[in-house]
């Protein structure tokens, strides 16, 4: 009788396992891996679930959800409810968001209008620089705004130059940002008329003999700041290469200064970002010709009967989610949110609460609780967001099934190998090459990945894994990378 029982257990376990459900015991996997004994391979889950055992980095955590968009299941979840801090995957709740509103396609514009009359050679009147805040107005739009203008038959203005900023509130950082990422051009000041990203990039070229100082070439041109030159040409003793600016003091003295061993590349911010736009503006305006009777000042633009606009410089929003996506690029991510907001709530004044409302109520419409996670700006940079594996792939799920949306995102996304911030990882010879379009997200001790792959077997996979605590960020980027392979195998 004994015999009998063992025999049938065994029958049992035989025809389980090769029904392809593992026995598991205390947690582990008890069927041989495939790649070990040349038995059947592990099951997806099993296998995901050695690689969090075994090539997680010690003493972090991470939460993983992977689901096929192609099947229309879920493949695989570990504490997919976590709550994490997702840096710059953050990005892709701000960009689903506004890709999702029904004006999401209206470009972004910086416009010039004057209100009065132009006679004898004067604008007898005022003239003002509305911003909309175009992330990616750069010195060639600059310089086509001012071309523009200066063609209007005068060379006179007589009556004030403004500048209008009243499209956002006049917070210039997001909530949670670090005081001391401050002068670093990854945190400009925000505003809706920005020039050049808010920031100056300075290239420093070695002299002709050892201890010369360095040529320095600043863009854009401006005298709204200064330049001191303390750099030495092959000089170990000067130190390490920087561009800074006396930031504790609020000014904009850009200091250069360290060993200039080859062609070396620097960018510092500006501050305030609207001064920087108007002062380059209006010096420009005075180098093609045209005389000014005062400073320029800030005031809203209300158009009546004597307003007419001069100028309109333009920039789409698919340029504006690209360097969001490819470049990680937080001040876009932060313009985007105030576009959001202005379609979001109909207003022409906004803040940017009213676009993390936005994002709160795309939240719902995905079926979660805006209330179980903490939005605090819109490019990952603030300490304060909080957001989970599961809500990360339902947005990306709700992308996937809105075609206009997944075709604007999916295009914008980093490619495995290839270009933007996964330019080099799973490089060719991996099997992930070319088949993840995914956002990176990273600061310390925090390391993201959210997006989407292709399978061998063609079907197209949503995931997010979302490292933390972390503190060798290399080591969680290769865990990612790692997963990502599992899966294109699959």
């Given at each position: ?455 061998n077997k063609g079907h197209d996979v949503a995931f997010a894994i979302m490292n933390q605590n972390a ?20």
């Amino acid at each position: 009788m004994r015999k009998e029982i063992l025999l049938t257990l065994l029958l049992l376990v035989t025809l389980s396992a090769t029904a392809g459900d593992p026995v598991r015991g205390g947690g582990k996997v008890l069927l041989p891996d495939f790649n070990a004994v040349g038995t059947l391979p592990l099951p997806l889950q099993d296998r995901l679930d050695k690689l969090v055992e075994e090539a997680l980095p010690e003493a972090s955590e991470v939460g993983i959800v992977v689901y096929d968009l192609t099947a229309k299941k879920e493949l695989y979840t570990y504490r997919q409810n976590k709550l994490c801090r997702p840096a710059s995957t953050m990005k892709l709740l701000t960009v689903i968001t506004a890709l999702s509103q029904a004006r999401a396609n209206e470009p972004f514009a910086t416009d010039v209008w004057y209100k009065g009359t132009i006679a004898n050679d004067t604008l007898v009147g005022d003239l003002y620089v509305v911003g909309g805040f175009d992330p990616e107005f750069d010195d060639a739009n600059m310089d086509t705004l001012v071309a523009r203008v200066s063609s209007f038959p005068f060379t006179a203005i007589k009556g004030k130059v403004y500048g209008d900023v009243t499209m956002k509130d006049s917070l210039y950082w997001g909530s949670g940002w670090a005081w001391d990422d401050n002068p670093s051009s990854f945190q400009p000041y925000l505003s809706p008329l920005i020039f050049h990203k808010g920031m100056v990039k300075v290239t420093a070229t070695p002299g002709a003999a050892k201890g010369d100082s360095a040529t320095l070439v600043c863009e854009p041109v401006s005298s709204f700041y200064t330049v001191a030159n303390s750099t030495e040409t092959k000089t170990p003793a000067a130190g390490k290469f920087s561009v800074s600016r006396n930031w504790l003091e609020n000014k904009n003295d850009i200091i250069v200064k360290g060993n200039i061993e080859s062609k070396r590349v620097g960018e510092v911010n500006i501050v305030p970002s609207q001064d920087f736009f108007m002062h380059t503006f209006v010096e420009r305006l005075q180098e093609k010709g045209i005389t000014l009777e005062h400073p320029y000042a800030y005031a809203e633009f209300v158009e009546d009967s004597t307003a007419a606009r001069m100028a309109r410089i333009e920039c789409s929003v698919q340029r504006v989610i690209n360097q969001i996506m490819k470049k990680s690029d937080n001040l876009n991510a932060e313009a985007l949110l105030c576009k959001l907001a202005v379609q979001a709530t109909g207003r022409r004044k906004v803040s940017a609460d009213d676009g993390l409302a936005a994002i709160n109520a795309q939240i719902r419409r995905v079926g979660h609780n805006p209330a179980d996670f903490r939005i605090a700006d819109g490019c990952g940079l603030s300490n304060y967001n909080y957001v989970s594996p599961a809500l990360l792939v339902d947005f990306l799920k709700y992308a996937y099934s809105r075609t206009s949306v997944f075709q604007s995102l999916y295009k914008s996304l980093p490619v495995s190998g290839i270009d933007g911030t996964l330019q080099s990882r799973m490089r060719s010879g991996s099997i992930a090459y070319r088949k993840v379009n995914a956002k990176t997200g990273s600061f310390t001790g925090i390391s993201s990945l959210a997006g989407y792959l292709k399978t061998n077997k063609g079907h197209d996979v949503a995931f997010a894994i979302m490292n933390q605590n972390a503190m060798s960020l290399a080591k969680a980027r290769e865990f990612q990378n790692k997963v990502c392979e599992l899966l294109c195998a699959e």
